[in-house]
């Protein structure tokens, strides 16, 4: 037997209802009886109900408007229609429009018990269907949240805890950190996850369009508007709104943006007509919109009415060793959709990935995987893989020598290898300041024969001034 369930029992006529009432509530069930349409309104209004079981004909109404209003207030109500013989074609056609099962009177109340059954286990092998897809769509978006630095453990920690709230989020950091990313899961986590994801970046559209992006627009409000449009707001309607760049929107859409978060309505361009909308937003910016209400570029209400819920998504730079996994998973991703096969990355050029200082974050790193699986195709990434820019003295050294190696017939062995050799030594003892111990870690190497060489060579550390 199913667990105990709600039930809203719809009936005028007493006999029936009452011997009704009494066999579900003896299967322990929680029975609310209505006599009327009105008073089964009012029960709705007031209380969930795991099943409705409603008569087609009742004094003041029909069960089949019941249907219909239930299913929109609450779209997971069972519904079981009872109708008389005359009455067989219309609750067929209910059954089309979204009654989950009916019986003719007379019936037998234990084939009524039987179907609540049934349905009450339809019910809940939906809802662990629902709640399945649910966490295997926040499991997928968490993959692009990757890493194990505790910044990231903090994101994903409160994106589970902000899944069901429709607070509004502000989400601010670097360009290139994944800001959308974090809105996507901030949306898929919750209760909205099967409604519109709406995305738009207020940076990249001229202010002059992005009203109408924003709001939509009627025919004949501007030169061009052939035909009425709906606005991003309006096609987010009981989804989200991802607002991205944020701090880049004129001071005049600031105020409309204003009334939007206040007033959960606007008039789209050339409208007097006032739309409503139940929508989430989610905000996110590059900038400091601290320093951007003090400079008169950003309204500091519309900040406070933004900043209900803030997120800081960490730049790359700060986040340790979760750059060797994204590498790993960019590498992956990458020789699937080319049909590559780079097989790793060589100590020299993971040091010196570790090291940049990426300005682009993780879409940087993106890009740069994308190139090197598409240009290179197979084998492991080296230093002469890497841009310029990314590489320190002794890397740039060591790639210097492999590029002019190329341009002689033969060479002195020794004496570039004694040559590379001094370049790497001084280049890590550069790098840590001087400092033996750390520098000799770094190459892999006993501090003592570290000091030796030093010694042999002549290296010196640069006299302060």
Same mark, same amino acid.
């Given at each position: 037997?199913?667990?105990?369930?709600?039930?809203?029992?719809?009936?005028?006529?007493?006999?029936?209802?009452?011997?009704?009432?009494?066999?579900?509530?003896?299967?322990?069930?929680?029975?609310?009886?209505?006599?009327?349409?009105?008073?089964?309104?009012?029960?709705?209004?007031?209380?969930?109900?795991?099943?409705?079981?409603?008569?087609?004909?009742?004094?003041?109404?029909?069960?089949?408007?019941?249907?219909?209003?239930?299913?929109?207030?609450?779209?997971?109500?069972?519904?079981?229609?009872?109708?008389?013989?005359?009455?067989?074609?219309?609750?067929?056609?209910?059954?089309?429009?979204?009654?989950?099962?009916? *019986? %003719?009177?007379?019936?037998?109340?234990?084939?009524?018990?039987?179907?609540?059954?049934?349905?009450?286990? %339809?019910?809940?092998?939906?809802?662990?269907?629902?709640?399945? %897809?649910?966490?295997?769509?926040?499991?997928?978006?968490?993959?692009?949240?990757?890493?194990?630095?505790?910044?990231?453990?903090?994101?994903?920690?409160?994106?589970?805890?902000?899944?069901?709230?429709?607070?509004?989020?502000?989400?601010?950091?670097?360009?290139?950190?994944?800001?959308?990313?974090?809105?996507? *899961?901030?949306?898929?986590?919750?209760?909205?996850?099967?409604?519109?994801?709406?995305?738009?970046?207020?940076?990249?559209?001229?202010?002059?369009?992005?009203?109408?992006?924003?709001?939509?627009?009627?025919?004949?409000?501007?030169?061009?508007?052939?035909?009425?449009?709906?606005?991003?707001?309006?096609?987010?309607?009981?989804?989200?709104?991802?607002?991205?760049?944020?701090?880049?929107?004129?001071?005049?859409?600031?105020?409309?943006?204003?009334?939007?978060?206040?007033?959960?309505?606007?008039?789209?361009?050339?409208?007097?007509?006032?739309?409503?909308?139940?929508?989430?937003?989610?905000?996110?910016?590059?900038?400091?919109?601290?320093?951007?209400?003090?400079?008169?570029?950003?309204?500091?209400?519309?900040?406070?009415?933004?900043?209900?819920?803030?997120?800081?998504?960490?730049?790359?730079?700060?986040?340790?060793?979760?750059?060797?996994?994204?590498?790993?998973?960019?590498?992956?991703?990458?020789?699937?959709?080319?049909?590559?096969?780079?097989?790793?990355?060589?100590?020299?050029?993971?040091?010196?990935?570790?090291?940049?200082?990426?300005?682009?974050?993780?879409?940087?790193?993106?890009?740069?995987?994308?190139?090197?699986?598409?240009?290179?195709?197979?084998?492991?990434?080296?230093?002469?893989?890497?841009?310029?820019?990314?590489?320190?003295?002794?890397?740039?050294?060591?790639?210097?020598?492999?590029?002019?190696?190329?341009?002689?017939?033969?060479?002195?062995?020794?004496?570039?290898?004694?040559?590379?050799?001094?370049?790497?030594?001084?280049?890590? *003892?550069?790098?840590?300041?001087?400092?033996?111990?750390?520098?000799?870690?770094?190459?892999?190497?006993?501090?003592?024969?570290?000091?030796?060489?030093?010694?042999?060579?002549? *290296?010196?550390?640069?006299?302060?001034?």
């Amino acid at each position: 037997m199913s667990k105990t369930a709600y039930l809203l029992l719809v009936d005028d006529e007493e006999d029936l209802r009452l011997t009704i009432q009494e066999s579900l509530e003896q299967a322990n069930h929680h029975v609310t009886t209505a006599t009327n349409a009105m008073r089964a309104r009012e029960a709705v209004s007031h209380g969930k109900f795991d099943i409705a079981v409603l008569d087609i004909r009742l004094p003041d109404g029909s069960g089949v408007d019941l249907l219909h209003e239930f299913k929109e207030i609450d779209p997971n109500m069972g519904i079981i229609l009872i109708t008389g013989y005359a009455e067989v074609d219309t609750a067929v056609e209910a059954i089309r429009l979204g009654a989950d099962d009916f *019986l %003719k009177k007379p019936f037998d109340h234990d084939e009524l018990l039987v179907r609540v059954e049934a349905l009450l286990k %339809k019910r809940q092998l939906q809802q662990d269907h629902h709640a399945l %897809k649910k966490q295997l769509a926040t499991s997928d978006n968490e993959k692009m949240l990757i890493g194990q630095s505790r910044g990231m453990q903090k994101i994903r920690e409160m994106a589970h805890l902000l899944g069901d709230s429709d607070s509004t989020v502000l989400i601010s950091g670097e360009s290139g950190t994944g800001k959308e990313v974090l809105a996507n *899961l901030l949306h898929k986590s919750g209760s909205r996850a099967n409604k519109p994801f709406v995305s738009i970046n207020c940076g990249a559209i001229p202010e002059e369009l992005l009203e109408s992006e924003l709001f939509g627009h009627v025919k004949g409000a501007f030169t061009g508007a052939v035909k009425s449009r709906p606005g991003r707001f309006e096609v987010a309607n009981r989804g989200t709104i991802f607002l991205d760049e944020i701090g880049d929107m004129s001071a005049k859409l600031q105020v409309k943006l204003l009334r939007v978060l206040q007033e959960r309505c606007f008039e789209p361009v050339g409208s007097h007509q006032s739309i409503s909308v139940d929508v989430r937003v989610i905000a996110a910016t590059h900038r400091d919109l601290e320093e951007e209400i003090e400079k008169g570029n950003f309204r500091q209400d519309l900040y406070y009415r933004l900043n209900v819920i803030p997120m800081r998504l960490p730049p790359l730079r700060e986040r340790g060793e979760d750059i060797l996994q994204l590498v790993n998973h960019f590498l992956n991703k990458f020789n699937h959709e080319k049909k590559s096969s780079i097989s790793g990355i060589s100590d020299v050029a993971e040091h010196a990935v570790i090291r940049y200082g990426w300005p682009g974050n993780v879409r940087e790193l993106q890009n740069l995987m994308e190139r090197v699986t598409t240009l290179k195709r197979s084998g492991i990434i080296d230093i002469e893989d890497l841009p310029s820019r990314m590489l320190d003295s002794g890397e740039r050294a060591q790639r210097g020598f492999m590029i002019e190696l190329e341009d002689h017939d033969e060479v002195d062995f020794k004496g570039i290898v004694d040559e590379f050799e001094s370049h790497l030594i001084l280049s890590a *003892l550069e790098r840590f300041d001087w400092n033996k111990n750390r520098a000799a870690k770094f190459l892999s190497m006993n501090r003592t024969t570290l000091v030796e060489k030093i010694k042999k060579k002549g *290296l010196k550390a640069p006299v302060e001034l």
